[in-house]
């Protein structure tokens, strides 16, 4: 089987209030192929989502150049669990309903302030009509609707505290947590309107598994397309930092090389598909709300 793609644009992104680079920043690793096909790898690390976005769209352009089809992974879930857009009485496909919500309510500046912690207290409202199930912030940002710890465990009835790829993933933590280590949530707020951003500026996009389907792809499926965007999960795989390395940088470049080796082995294709177990409803619910983490 012939590999799926030229090119793989792995993401670590930040919700981070102000510019910041090194250490827990935006990193975005490219492993590119040059003119005798060879991969080789470099990384970019843009101080702000906004330079990120230019960086991305730049890159792409100079693939679309080429004709290349690239794989661009975000370290960030683009859906919810399942039943949130219920709980916020949205009405059809709840991928769609939480993107078109959080691009019309996220208000990202230029120098990365954002309204993220006032997004996700109103979520909390809508939902519970108190602190839950969003939790964590700093003490600035503590309103009646968002505390900095969370308040209560999820019990039946509540929105589930983790995504089936979350109970897959060893270590995932559930995108509830908007701040300290480990957090997921904030990066999820701020980052799924630039998913939608860069799909609504591409007809040659699609959202895995969304709007591919949650199936092994191959070529035929993939004819016409010259993106497709993924979550990853970087510590699936192992990252050892070469030296002058951060960890993002390194965990960046992990995960690029890993995928373009399973590209090349005509092994990718397969894990874009149902990992072992699931039922024919929780792929569903993967392929309409939750979203999946590519190689889980």
Not at 162 to 179: C, D, F, I, N
């Amino acid at each position: 089987m012939s590999r799926l793609f030229d090119n793989y644009v792995m993401v670590d992104w930040s919700a981070a209030a102000k510019p910041a680079t090194g250490a827990d920043s935006i990193w975005i690793g490219t492993l590119r192929r040059d003119v005798r096909l060879q991969l080789r790898f470099e990384a970019q690390n843009p101080p702000t989502r906004k330079a990120a976005f230019e960086a991305i769209t730049g890159l792409l352009a100079e693939f679309d150049k080429r004709g290349d089809r690239t794989l661009i992974g975000f370290d960030f879930p683009f859906g919810y669990p399942q039943g949130t857009s219920a709980a916020l009485k949205f009405e059809g496909a709840p991928w769609l309903t939480m993107q078109a919500f959080l691009t019309k309510e996220i208000k990202d500046k230029p120098d990365n302030a954002n309204n993220r912690f006032q997004v996700a207290a109103m979520m909390n409202r809508l939902i519970s009509g108190g602190p839950f199930p969003f939790w964590g912030c700093p003490p600035r940002d503590v309103l009646t609707t968002l505390q900095s710890k969370k308040t209560r465990p999820h019990g039946p009835g509540d929105v589930p505290e983790h995504r089936l790829a979350e109970q897959a993933a060893k270590g995932a933590s559930p995108l509830w947590k908007l701040y300290t280590a480990g957090s997921v949530g904030s990066q999820a707020l701020m980052g799924i309107p630039v998913v939608k951003k860069l799909r609504d500026a591409r007809a040659d996009a699609r959202i895995w598994p969304f709007e591919t389907g949650y199936k092994p792809l191959s070529r035929e499926d993939l004819d016409g397309v010259k993106i497709v965007m993924a979550e990853i999960y970087p510590s699936i795989v192992k990252a050892t930092p070469a030296v002058g390395e951060v960890k993002d940088l390194a965990q960046v470049r992990a995960i690029a090389e890993h995928f373009a080796a399973l590209d090349e082995a005509g092994k990718l294709a397969a894990a874009f598909g149902p990992a072992k177990g699931l039922t024919d409803a929780q792929i569903e619910t993967i392929e309409q709300e939750e979203g999946w983490i590519l190689g889980v």
